[in-house]
């Protein structure tokens, strides 16, 4: 804590602005909601509630959000709290709240350094679930650099339908089903009615419970939390112990950055590697990285990890285990304990060392879910990248989700503009078994907004399509992706990448081992392409979205405002 004369040793920022005459306005205001003068000598945390009843990720938090305070208040502390947005992916799909998606991360990311900014706050405490919400916060405190911890609201339940387990991704799949007559419009309401059945975030290792995973390889969120289901009464027995010790980090001057160091990241890819973890959690390492004055994170750096760290555990979509069964197995602390060798054990995080927090993690009693390093499930990581003359600057794969016979594939080019005219042509019909599916124009500044390819992705696998086509994008998917999905595709289209010269009939080829991208079509020929090109300008809403196609740099680059 900071030395001033106001009380002769350590106090805080906030008690900083408060001081003499010219802070009675503030010590005013702050008294008009009750707050006393001693309230305000003590150390003020906010907490940052990302609680809405319009996200399933996000509807527990209030009752989070109290046992947070009362930890806060129990060790001495004052909580104040502010709200953040938390816009759902699974309902911004298929229509122009997706292009909203990534960009919001800003968005989050800027709220919440406005609000601490203003009003000098001690800490934070973060309280959020979903595929943007956890990292755009991760990028707040590490801009920041105060003391934070990060509480997660849980993975959901599974649904369960014909005796096995589902998340709300069966939705999706079952149009496909009943559009090729297998189910009735009662049977398919049936599973629309059953497919999310509480709160919580999706119970799929995607984008939300990849970060909040990480989120404690990374050391910002309390040991053992991450997994946590959301109607768990152990969850808000957690809010109450981050309350508690957000007090502590603040009186012991730990902040962020000395947390969310190039160690931490290195542990959080390592952790991302070896569980196949959604491909969107390197966008927001990287921007992390960049966020922790840390400079570029490179795609090369994860493609030289990926080839040295195994897949350990292999989570639904990517198998039939799913984000309870792999909390039941001790969830990312029992897979760090088995990752632990390779693992940076002197990183930091809020409950110290790396390594002082796995000597207190149990040998995991489900080796069927996670693996150890002599038996691993892959030899090589469940997440890559590729390259080629597609993409020179490297494009994302999750190999942890490829079906074997697909881990080398060509095929004809089938291009598609926009995401509408693919899911158009899916669904009647007309797309060829061996076809590689072709969507462009929707990278950071294509899309704008670098949306998720869910729709065309699931309506394959509901056309039973999945195991012989592949798709390729300069947009995102989400973390349900299972097939033979390439995304992050940089320079995108929008940008003049080759991508933009793909036509219908060139032979593609994915060679996933090779990590290779490769549009067979003579460097001469592209060139009388490229001379012919115009470029595609999507239209969009005034307003922030046309700000963040101005200032987003490349996938390759986290997609981060620039």
């Avoid at 004052?78 to 960009?103: K, N, Q, S, W």
């Avoid at 285990?321 to 792999?326: E, L, N």
């Avoid at 995401?419 to 969507?439: C, F, M, T, Y």
Wanted: glycine letters at 10%.
């Amino acid at each position: 804590m900071l030395n001033c004369d106001k009380c002769g040793g350590g106090c805080s920022h906030f008690s900083r602005v408060l001081k003499g005459d010219d802070g009675a306005l503030k010590r005013a205001l702050y008294k008009s909601m009750g707050h006393s003068d001693a309230d305000l000598r003590k150390p003020v945390i906010a907490v940052v509630n990302s609680y809405t009843n319009a996200t399933a990720g996000h509807v527990n938090l209030n009752d989070v959000s109290e046992r947070v305070i009362t930890g806060i208040e129990e060790a001495g502390g004052v909580a104040m709290t502010f709200g953040t947005i938390a816009p759902c992916d699974g309902i911004a799909e298929g229509h122009i709240g997706m292009r909203y998606i990534l960009a919001a991360r800003e968005i989050i990311t800027a709220s919440i350094e406005i609000m601490t900014r203003a009003h000098q706050f001690d800490g934070l405490v973060l309280l959020g679930s979903c595929d943007k919400i956890v990292p755009g916060m991760l990028m707040a405190a590490a801009r920041l650099d105060l003391p934070a911890i990060l509480v997660n609201g849980g993975p959901m339940y599974p649904a369960e339908y014909n005796g096995k387990h589902w998340d709300g991704n069966i939705v999706t799949e079952a149009i496909g089903w009943k559009q090729r007559g297998e189910i009735s419009d009662d049977e398919f309401r049936r599973i629309e009615d059953l497919a999310e059945p509480g709160p919580g975030s999706c119970t799929m290792y995607g984008t939300a419970n990849t970060m909040s995973c990480l989120a404690e390889t990374l050391g910002m969120s309390l040991p053992q939390t991450a997994t946590i289901p959301a109607i768990d009464p152990e969850r808000f027995e957690v809010g109450y112990r981050a309350g508690q010790r957000i007090v502590g980090l603040v009186r012991d001057g730990v902040t962020a950055r000395k947390i969310l160091t190039k160690e931490a990241i290195y542990n959080a890819m390592c952790a991302l590697l070896a569980t196949g973890g959604s491909t969107n959690a390197i966008l927001h390492l990287q921007a992390i990285h960049h966020e922790a004055g840390l400079g570029q994170l490179s795609l090369h750096e994860f493609d030289v990890l990926s080839r040295k760290i195994p897949l350990l555990a292999a989570i639904y979509p990517a198998s039939e285990y799913d984000m309870i069964d792999f909390h039941q197995a001790g969830g990312i602390a029992a897979l760090e304990r088995e990752l632990q060798p390779v693992l940076n054990e002197q990183a930091l995080t809020v409950a110290g060392t790396k390594e002082a927090v796995l000597a207190k993690v149990a040998q995991t009693l489900r080796p069927e879910i996670i693996h150890s390093l002599s038996q691993p499930i892959k030899p090589e990581a469940g997440v890559a990248i590729l390259n080629g003359n597609i993409s020179p600057l490297g494009a994302v794969i999750k190999p942890a989700a490829v079906p074997d016979h697909m881990t080398r594939f060509s095929g004809p080019a089938v291009v598609f503009d926009s995401e509408q005219h693919a899911i158009d042509q899916i669904q009647s019909g007309n797309v060829a078994k061996g076809s590689v599916l072709v969507l462009r124009y929707e990278g950071p500044k294509g899309g704008p907004g670098m949306p998720e390819m869910y729709k065309p992705m699931k309506f394959l696998e509901g056309m039973a399509l999945s195991n012989d086509c592949a798709l390729i994008t300069d947009g995102r998917f989400s973390g349900s992706n299972r097939g033979l999905f390439v995304g992050h595709i940089s320079p995108e289209a929008a940008d003049g990448g080759v991508i933009a010269l793909i036509e219908d009939g060139d032979m593609i080829e994915i060679d996933i081992p090779r990590r290779v991208l490769a549009l067979n079509v003579e460097d001469a020929q592209l060139e009388v392409r490229r001379e012919q090109w115009q470029p595609l300008e999507k239209s969009a809403p005034a307003g922030f979205l046309q700000l963040y196609r101005e200032r987003a740099s490349c996938a390759a680059q986290g997609a981060v405002l620039t």
